[in-house]
C-alpha cells in the first residue's frame, strides 16, 4: 500500500511539474507579443453563400506599434498597443489582458450588447482566457482556449462574436456580428494575428445568417524600442489616468448578465468623452462618463 501511494505522489508531482511548464511557456509567448512593431493589417472577403453579393474592396494598412506590458501577476498579464501616427503623435489603441483558467467571460449578442457568464471550470482547465478591449477599455471580446507548444510552433487559437471591426462599422450596416476566428502565433521576428472572420446578420427569433466570409493578416515585425520612444513617454505621463479608468472598468465587468451600451451620448462616442479627463480626474468622473452610456434594463 505505502507503495502505491509513493507512485501515485510521485507520478502528481511529475503532472504538477509538467503543467507548471506548460505554464511558464504560455506566458512566455503573451510576452513576445509586446515590443515595438512595424504592423501590416490584411483582409480579403473570400466568400459569399448569396451568388448576388458584391464582394467587398480589400483593406490593407501599415502602423508603427508599441505593445506595453502593464500588469503582471501570477495567471495574469495585460498588454497595451499605443499607436504611433505622423508627427510622432500617440493614439491610445486596443488592450489585450490574458488570464490563467478564467471562468469569467463576456460574448458579445449584438446591438452593442454583451452578456457576461461564468464557464465550468472543468472547461477553462489549462487554458488563457483573451479579453480584448477598445480604445476606451470599453469590452470588445473574449474567448478561452490553450496555447499550443509544438513542433517549433507557438499559438493560441479561438471563435468568439464580436461587433463590427472599425475599419467597417462606419462604413456598412449590411451585418451587425463578426464571428472572429483568431489565431495568434509567435514568429521569429514578432508575431502573426491570422483571422478567418464570419461577417453575420443576426435578428430577433431568427437563426444567424452567413453574410461574407473574411480572411485577415495582421503581420506584426518587431523593430527596435526607440522608434517606439513617443509611446513609451506617452504612456508615462497618462498611465496615471488609465490606471483608474480599468479600475472602474472592473467595477462594471463584475457583474453577470448582459451590459448594454448607447453608441452616443450628446452627439459622441464615448472615447471621445475620455478627451475630457486626465490623471487628476478622479473616480467618479470617470464612472459617471462610463455610467451615462449603459442602458439599464
Known amino acids: 500500500m505505502k507503495k502505491h501511494i509513493v ?3 510521485c507520478a502528481f508531482s511529475l503532472f504538477s511539474m509538467s503543467a507548471q511548464n506548460k505554464k511558464s511557456q504560455d506566458v512566455e509567448a503573451i510576452k513576445r507579443m509586446c515590443g515595438c512593431y512595424e504592423v501590416i493589417f490584411k483582409y480579403t472577403e ?3 453563400p448569396e451568388i448576388d453579393y458584391e464582394k467587398k474592396l480589400d483593406y490593407s494598412a501599415t502602423a508603427l506599434e508599441w505593445a506595453k506590458l502593464i500588469e503582471e501577476e501570477d495567471g495574469k498579464l495585460s498588454i497595451q498597443h499605443l499607436l504611433i501616427v505622423s508627427d510622432n503623435m500617440v493614439i491610445k489603441h486596443w488592450r489585450q489582458d490574458w488570464f490563467y483558467e478564467n ?11 454583451w452578456t457576461f457568464n461564468k464557464l465550468k471550470e472543468e472547461e477553462v482547465k489549462g487554458q488563457w482566457t483573451q479579453k ?3 480604445v476606451d477599455d470599453s469590452p470588445r471580446y473574449s474567448g478561452s482556449a490553450t496555447w499550443v507548444h509544438f513542433d517549433g510552433k507557438n499559438y493560441w487559437e479561438n471563435d468568439t462574436d464580436a461587433p463590427l471591426p472599425r475599419r467597417e462599422y462606419s462604413k456598412r450596416d449590411d451585418y451587425n456580428v463578426m464571428k472572429r476566428g483568431n489565431r495568434q502565433e509567435i514568429s521569429n521576428d514578432g508575431w502573426i494575428h491570422e483571422q478567418d472572420n464570419d461577417k453575420i446578420i443576426r435578428e430577433a427569433n431568427m437563426e444567424d445568417m452567413l453574410l461574407a466570409q473574411e480572411k485577415g493578416y495582421n503581420i506584426y515585425k518587431k523593430v527596435d524600442d526607440s522608434k517606439c520612444k513617443a509611446a513609451e513617454v506617452w504612456w508615462e505621463e497618462n498611465q496615471k489616468l488609465w490606471n483608474k479608468v480599468r479600475s472602474v472598468w472592473d467595477e462594471v465587468y463584475d457583474r453577470q448578465g448582459d451590459l448594454t451600451f448607447r453608441t452616443m451620448v450628446n452627439d459622441k462616442p464615448m472615447y471621445k468623452h475620455f478627451y475630457t479627463l486626465n490623471n487628476r480626474s478622479s473616480r467618479k468622473e470617470i464612472r459617471a462618463v462610463i ?5 439599464v434594463n
Open 291 to 295: 455610467d451615462s452610456f449603459i442602458i
Open 132 to 134: 480584448v478591449y477598445q
Open 7 to 9: 507512485i501515485i505522489a
Open 103 to 113: 471562468d469569467n467571460v463576456f460574448a458579445y449578442k449584438k446591438d452593442n450588447t
Open 46 to 48: 473570400t466568400f459569399a
